[in-house]
């Protein structure tokens, strides 16, 4: 059996998270989740993920260091947040900004475009 695409979402608000988790997983990816910029990096020095999904703030603040490990890790991500992408540091740069509101299969179609195999 082949192995599920790993997606990882940063996200602070619960369900959000929630609704993001349950649409991946029965779109057939294995999904990890953090809330914070801490969680997050903690993950991310032991796991590498095939895709990202990432709000730029977190219950700590901007996730500029989580977006620049992605880039790092040759990761491609989606930055799904209300902060316009003017506004972002440049670290989202790579990423793909999508408008938070938008239904959680919006962001299936994008991951599973960009998501390996």
Do not use: N, Y
């Amino acid at each position: 059996m082949a192995k599920k695409a790993v997606v990882f979402v940063a996200e602070d608000e619960p369900l959000i998270a929630f609704d993001l988790q349950l649409a991946l997983c029965d779109a057939g990816f294995t999904v990890a989740l953090a809330a914070s910029c801490e969680e997050a990096q903690r993950w991310l020095a032991d796991e590498r993920p095939d895709v990202a999904v990432l709000d730029v703030r977190l219950t700590d603040g901007e996730c500029v260091a989580v977006a620049k490990t992605l880039v790092l890790l040759g990761v491609p991500f989606v930055v799904h947040t209300v902060v316009s992408q003017e506004e972002c540091d440049l670290a989202f740069a790579s990423g793909k900004f999508i408008a938070k509101a938008v239904h959680p299969q919006e962001i299936v179609a994008l991951v599973r475009s960009m998501a390996p195999g």
